[in-house]
């Protein structure tokens, strides 16, 4: 087990999602929605993962600490958009614009994520212990029943701390 291995597993994954939801097209498919609340979950709880092993553990050895600023305000914006398509009606103009941002970031956010991030993860962690704690931790995000609406409960509450501060 190796947590490059393991990520960009996900990324494969959620980018097919995303391909798949850009192949319907305009047409107003009953589809678009079902698939789009998976591709929501499963990039939640990624990037919640992420967060907590992968980009915790580099913070804690003091590693890449600007690269992981970044990418966190990359979730931020990731996560704002995954809202703000949730809120829009199917197959609006609001939904389609928000869409192709969502595409954008997201693949953006990956390329960076696995051209930078993960290879020195590679060497500065114990990556076997690190893949091992992602795989749980999505799992235990995946038992929550309530887990995305909590990522997304606290997404709102950070947010209202930082415009407070
Ligand atoms: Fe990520």
Redesign the pocket.
Known sequence: MDIKNN?QYD?EKIKKYIFDIEALGRSDSALRKPLFNVLRNELLI??KA?EATLYDALEARQRDGKLVDK?ETE?ETIRSLLKAIKKSEPNSDEWHDNFVKLKHHVIN??DK?ERKLLPKAEKALPTEEVAQSFDDKKRALWNTKTMVEEVSACEDFSKTVRQAA
């Open positions: 990520i990324h990624v990037q992420e990418l979730n956010h990956f994520e």
